[in-house]
């Protein structure tokens, strides 16, 4: 996600990533196209933590085998084993089963409220009405499932959006309520664990858009200006405009059956099947077979062109543009192919089956949605090219690896900006110390002080997850190597696409690639706080040697390398110092009279320097 600045990189707000999606309209209930037990389970349903359910159910789940307390978190964990009712004695025969229920928590520390467990949705089909002009939507959402809990009996769903008028479980009514964002619902019967079935809620009134805890510069869900609608959810604005487990780490397929009136087009994530043409209405269906988050989930509803054409590769395109932007989206999307190929060179293969932009009114904010960003159309009028970068190496890193937990959205957005810095790189070789220079200026006062793998809920779509994720990546590719580098790039998303990732998959991934034990530096610039604040101090002797003071002036110890570069007008030498101490000091014997001292003069680490030449040199501290 993107959101507008004056200055690119230069300001947290600007930094931000939207998802639009609309829908609405009376439709009739769509049967599946097909059976949730002919559904493979999404590769992120089998790599998804699922964790024990929270209510407690009525008879005790095993307890765990241990606790473990850690400092950092564990890479994703397997699957904890599945909560089951106890044995009672053996000789009695087949006792009733006693209903569980499914926690309303998906476990996810950083966003307690979100996501459920005691089921995997498969599949969501969503087939609803959109009216623009009376800011209504109306229809189904069928759910496809499967229980992971033995003798399922009630489960939760996340839900804010407009009135239910009926809720059925594979047929049949079934008893729900709602209670504020979370909508409960009790099983006609018992289910076993495995066991599909399908849940269809059909509602309809005016999606209120709602507010974020975590992203607080626009309201997520359902925005309609004009003729047009767009649904934002990142991060958890899916469930204001359908019913869902709204958690990454229950992806599922997607499909929509749009009906919106004669003259409007709808935009979606995936394959467009032929629009069928009612009386005064149109209706276009959108199938997406690849895993999604809910948050990524997007339909969009105006009147467009559509620009299509492909990459050098194959990969089709097809953008939605409306008619006074189609000559400067023509511009600013051309190298959108020449962009996927580049990506693919660094990343590995493009992971969905297409790619393009749907370009709406947003204020500022572009957000990847899955196969069809969200494009602002202010960055379409101003040329932005940096945001379609951003959002296209979204589809590797935040897509197709989605974070485990929103703790992790340095992995989205550190990775989607540093891909920018990539872009530039290969057209101007310059462009990537320019862009790390640019954004060491400001990271002093931008840096919010808290770890990159832990920002407070306000900060998740902050300066740091954005800027300094992607300096820190930088900064990666230097202690390892450009070779090791982008290998761990491409292994990171090759083992993890489709599915889930936490920032220790990914130190144990760029851990096995690299052959490096990287503990102490992602201890220090990945779950710790701040960055150094050096001052470098240096005097020259009548015998020419050089003496050099660095003192690290920030709360906690960072180590690290120091390219100093000394010269007489010109540079003439150079050197590298390791600092690992408060204080270090280094004696450079030279054969002429410095005047000038350059610190890191491409851009290695991450830090606030001040250099001053002295008389004499004070403590440290
Ligand atoms: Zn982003």
């Not at 467990?117 to 498969?122: A, K």
């Not at 400001?442 to 740091?464: H, I, K, V």
């Not at 604040?533 to 003071?549: E, P, T």
Request: aromatic share 10%; proline share 9%.
């Amino acid at each position: 996600m993107r959101q507008r600045g004056s200055q690119r990189a230069m300001s947290i707000s600007f930094l931000l990533i939207l998802l639009l999606a609309a829908c609405t309209a009376p439709t009739p209930v769509v049967t599946p196209r097909h059976v949730a037990t002919n559904t493979p389970l999404p590769p992120t349903l089998a790599a998804t933590p699922q964790p024990r359910a929270t209510d407690t159910p009525l008879l005790p789940a095993p307890r765990p085998t241990s606790t473990t307390t850690a400092t950092r978190p564990a890479a994703t964990p397997t699957p904890l084993p599945t909560p089951t009712t106890q044995a009672t004695a053996t000789a009695l025969p087949d006792p009733t089963p006693f209903a569980q229920t499914g926690g309303d928590s998906i476990g996810d520390p950083k966003a307690p409220e979100l996501g459920n467990t005691g089921y995997d949705v498969l599949r969501y089909t969503l087939a609803l009405a959109i009216d623009p002009a009376t800011e209504t939507i109306s229809g189904t959402a069928t759910l496809e499932v499967a229980a992971t809990l033995r003798n399922l009996g009630r489960l939760s769903l996340d839900f804010s959006g407009p009135e239910i008028s009926r809720l059925t479980v594979d047929g049949t009514e079934a008893p729900y309520q709602r209670q504020g964002t979370k909508l409960f619902v009790d099983l006609p019967s018992l289910l076993d664990e495995g066991q599909a079935f399908t849940i269809v809620v059909a509602y309809s009134g005016h999606p209120q858009p709602v507010a974020s805890r975590y992203l607080g510069f626009i309201p997520l869900g359902m925005h309609f200006v004009d003729d047009v609608a767009f649904v934002v959810s990142e991060p958890d604005g899916a469930r204001s405009w359908f019913p869902c487990n709204d958690h990454p780490r229950d992806k599922a397929f997607f499909r929509y059956e749009i009906t919106v009136p004669k003259g409007i087009l709808v935009a979606a994530n995936g394959q467009p099947d032929p629009p069928v043409e009612g009386e005064t209405t149109t209706t276009f269906a959108w199938e997406h077979d690849s895993p999604m988050a809910t948050y990524l989930a997007t339909v969009a509803v105006g009147r467009y062109q559509v620009i299509e054409g492909a990459a050098s590769n194959g990969i089709p395109l097809r953008h939605f543009v409306p008619d006074d932007l189609v000559p400067a989206a023509e511009t600013l999307l051309a190298p959108t192919g020449d962009m996927i190929v580049l990506l693919e060179r660094f990343f590995g293969p493009y992971p969905f089956e297409s790619y393009g932009h749907v370009v709406v009114p947003m204020g500022g904010v572009s957000l990847e949605t899955q196969t069809m960003t969200l494009l602002d159309a202010g960055v379409v009028s101003r040329g932005a090219e940096y945001v379609v970068v951003h959002e296209l190496a979204h589809q590797w890193f935040g897509d197709s690896v989605s974070p485990a937990s929103w703790a992790d959205i340095w992995l989205n957005e550190g990775f989607a900006t540093y891909a920018s810095w990539l872009w530039d790189e290969a057209k101007l070789p310059d462009a990537m110390r320019r862009q790390l220079e640019t954004v060491e200026q400001f990271a002093w006062q931008a840096d919010s002080g808290e770890p990159l793998a832990d920002p407070s809920a306000g900060n998740l779509f902050g300066f740091n997850s954005y800027s300094k994720g992607a300096w820190v990546l930088h900064m990666l590719r230097g202690e390892i190597g450009d070779e090791a580098f982008f290998k761990v790039l491409r292994a990171y998303h090759e083992r993890f696409k489709g599915s889930v990732a936490s920032t220790a998959d990914f130190q144990a991934v760029a851990e096995e690639v690299s052959d490096q034990d990287l503990d102490r530096f992602f201890d220090q610039w990945v779950y710790g706080q701040g960055m150094p604040n050096l001052a470098v101090n240096w005097q020259q002797g009548i015998d020419g040697s050089l003496q050099v003071q660095v003192c690290q002036h920030q709360a906690n110890l960072f180590v690290f390398d120091l390219p100093l570069a000394v010269g007489d007008g010109a540079e003439r030498t150079r050197q590298t110092l390791t600092v690992d101490e408060i204080e270090e000091q280094l004696i450079w014997p030279l054969d002429f009279v410095v005047t000038q001292l350059q610190t890191d003069p491409e851009q290695a680490v991450l830090a606030k320097v001040t250099v001053s030449q002295v008389e004499t040199f004070s403590p440290c501290r």
